[in-house]
């Protein structure tokens, strides 16, 4: 099994910066991507950016040129920087791990407990 611990979350004001955290633990033979997703209140999860084993980084539309998602592939820790936030941008993120346990097992997307981020003056 595998864990993911995330951080960062609180509260801050519009135009103002988080940066969370997610590390992974347990079982892992390889994590094919990492990746951060977020849950308004009423609304569906969506993805917000994702990165893959390779380094392939994939951004939402509305958050590009804002948020920047790195990876410690060392440590099984992926980031996100968001910067210029907006009330918009308050949600619950969740990290996600799309993990492989040896090479014979089909990978399972792990997610995360979830931080609250809430941006308001």
């Known amino acids: 099994q595998v864990e993911l611990v995330e951080s960062g979350g609180g509260l801050v004001q519009p135009g103002g910066s988080l940066r969370l955290s997610c590390g992974a633990s347990?079982?892992?033979?390889?994590?094919?991507?990492m990746g951060w997703y977020r849950q308004a209140p009423g609304k569906q999860r969506e993805l917000v950016a994702t990165i893959s084993g390779g380094g392939s980084i994939n951004y939402a539309d509305s958050v590009k040129g804002r948020f920047t998602i790195s990876r410690d592939y060392a440590k099984n820790t992926v980031y996100l920087q968001m910067n210029s936030l907006t009330p918009e941008d308050t949600a619950v993120y969740h990290c996600?791990?799309?993990?492989?346990?040896?090479?014979?097992?089909?990978?399972?997307?792990?997610w995360g407990q979830g931080t609250q981020v809430t941006v308001s003056s």
């Open positions: 347990g079982i892992i033979f390889r994590i094919d991507a």
């Open positions: 996600n791990a799309r993990v492989r346990a040896d090479w014979t097992t089909p990978p399972y997307d792990y």
